[in-house]
């Protein structure tokens, strides 16, 4: 009887000693951290978040703890910024102690660390300060890539005429358009509309994505370290993500059979090249990080990224224009009073139409496809206005809460695009336009992601007008997933030519 007993006698004393433990670090630092709700041993503040609704949750909690609070998810513990002036003093006035990394569970499994988005900063720098160099070496930011995008411009809207007006959805005729710029630089080439592996990355990429902004993508970020081993949606996120990373390898494999040191075809190649030189280099800690995993894993963030945020940006907005057929409306016009029919828009026409830059704004606005941003962590011991972080303190700087700021928005729950223009119909600059993040890890694809929404929305709508089979009042324009990141509704349209 005894010994049947010692197994209960066993589990309680450990839950003791759990609980106990999780009570002393909670006190250990109350009065140093910002307040917060109190959480319960391991499950945190769940009981306090709705997982599918995430986003609402925290600015719950912010209603009553203000901007800069303290919360549980699960057995994490994560400091929240809200707002733009909380965000700014972070990652702008206090940017180096800011810089580090936290989690981003999904994308850990794959990333463990490596790359340029998900690395700590010691790692990151180094490989910024390179993938911009050599981003801008191929053409970002440059005529040349501008050509680029034109180029697939003109297959994409060849696409769209092969519909004949019929309602499709969107998704893949953007996610393929988009894809081929960033693989353009990263892979030296595009992939044919109909290629079928190219269809099978877009889906995986798309499918990884959405499910961070699931409920149970949320409940992952919580319990990450119990729900890698259990059965559950996570698992083909897994299986998505590791299939990118196998395309990845194969490229880089091929790569390097056909490498030509004194001509870089690609940034793979760059990479490959700057591999094979790190041991004649200087820099003794810069060349550590240029090895094989780093290559993999930046060449995924890069392809990622670079496919996914701006192809659900359009996606988002296309549902925008449908639903606001006077904002389409006067976009066209100012298309034709400015560009015409008989060019392609360029670039440089952005100066000459604000009101157009507005909607492109807004739409990145009220899409907010990074809510929450990438968790950063603080890289020692951080005073940050009269609390104290300890080192290696995650943090979630959320873009949305400064996206929707009322201090800088009047109308931040509504499409408005009037809050990008001034009493003269001119663009105006807003502080707290931040898609992109702020500080020492902004977006690095901040300048090709402007370039491609001007050009890829102008060209669409030079040519075509959008229709919904709904009537304007029943399209529902609120996201229909937030966590990790912002899915609008599916849906269906029509292109039909102008």
Request: aromatic share 12%; charged share 20%.
């Amino acid at each position: 009887m005894l010994a049947s007993g010692l197994p209960l006698v066993a589990l309680l004393v450990f839950l003791s000693i759990v609980i106990l433990m999780s009570v002393w670090q909670h006190r250990r630092l109350h009065g140093k951290l910002p307040p917060g709700p109190t959480p319960l041993p391991f499950i945190g503040n769940y009981l306090q978040l709705n997982t599918e609704q995430m986003y609402n949750s925290i600015m719950k909690i912010k209603e009553q703890y203000g901007p800069v609070f303290t919360i549980h998810l699960g057995p994490r513990r994560v400091v929240v910024l809200c707002g733009y002036d909380a965000v700014k003093e972070a990652l702008i006035d206090q940017a180096e102690e800011f810089s580090g990394r936290g989690k981003q569970a999904t994308f850990d499994w794959i990333f463990k660390g490596y790359g340029v988005a998900f690395s700590s900063w010691e790692r990151a720098r180094h490989l910024r300060r390179f993938s911009i160099s050599t981003l801008r070496d191929f053409g970002m930011g440059k005529r040349g890539i501008e050509e680029r995008i034109q180029e697939e411009i003109g297959f994409l809207i060849e696409s769209f005429r092969e519909t004949q007006g019929a309602f499709i959805d969107p998704t893949f005729y953007l996610s393929r358009a988009v894809s081929n710029i960033i693989s353009s630089i990263v892979f030296g080439d595009r992939f044919d509309y109909e290629d079928k592996e190219f269809l099978s990355l877009l889906r995986m990429m798309l499918g990884s994505f959405q499910f961070t902004a699931t409920s149970t993508g949320q409940l992952y970020e919580m319990f990450y370290s119990v729900m890698k081993y259990l059965p559950g949606p996570q698992q083909q996120a897994f299986k998505e993500l590791q299939g990118l990373e196998n395309f990845i390898v194969k490229k880089v494999e091929q790569n390097q059979r056909t490498l030509d040191p004194s001509s870089p075809r690609n940034f793979i190649d760059s990479f490959l090249i700057r591999i094979q030189k790190v041991f004649c280099l200087c820099e003794k800690n810069s060349n550590a990080e240029f090895h094989m995993k780093n290559l993999v894993m930046t060449t995924l963030s890069l392809f990622f990224a670079g496919t996914e945020t701006v192809s659900t940006t359009l996606r988002y907005g296309f549902l925008l224009l449908m639903k606001h057929p006077d904002v389409e409306a006067k976009i066209h016009e100012e298309i034709d009073r400015v560009i015409g029919r008989n060019r392609h828009p360029m670039f440089e026409d952005k100066a000459k139409m604000p009101y157009t830059d507005a909607v492109i704004h807004e739409i990145q606005r009220f899409g907010d496809m990074i809510p929450m941003n990438l968790a950063h962590s603080v890289t020692k011991d951080t005073k940050f206005r009269n609390f104290l972080l300890p080192k290696g303190t995650e943090v979630f700087p959320v873009l949305g809460s400064v996206l929707r700021d009322p201090k800088f928005f009047s109308n931040p729950q509504d499409f408005h695009p009037q809050h990008f223009l001034d009493e003269k119909g001119q663009f105006k600059k807003n502080d707290a336009f931040v898609p992109f993040s702020l500080g020492k890890r902004y977006c690095l694809g901040e300048g090709l992601a402007r370039m491609e929404l001007f050009l890829f929305l102008t060209s669409i709508l030079q040519n075509f007008r959008f229709k919904s089979p709904q009537a304007r009042q029943d399209i529902d324009v609120s996201p229909k997933l937030v966590g990790f990141a912002t899915i609008p509704q599916n849906y269906t349209m029509s292109f039909l030519p102008r």
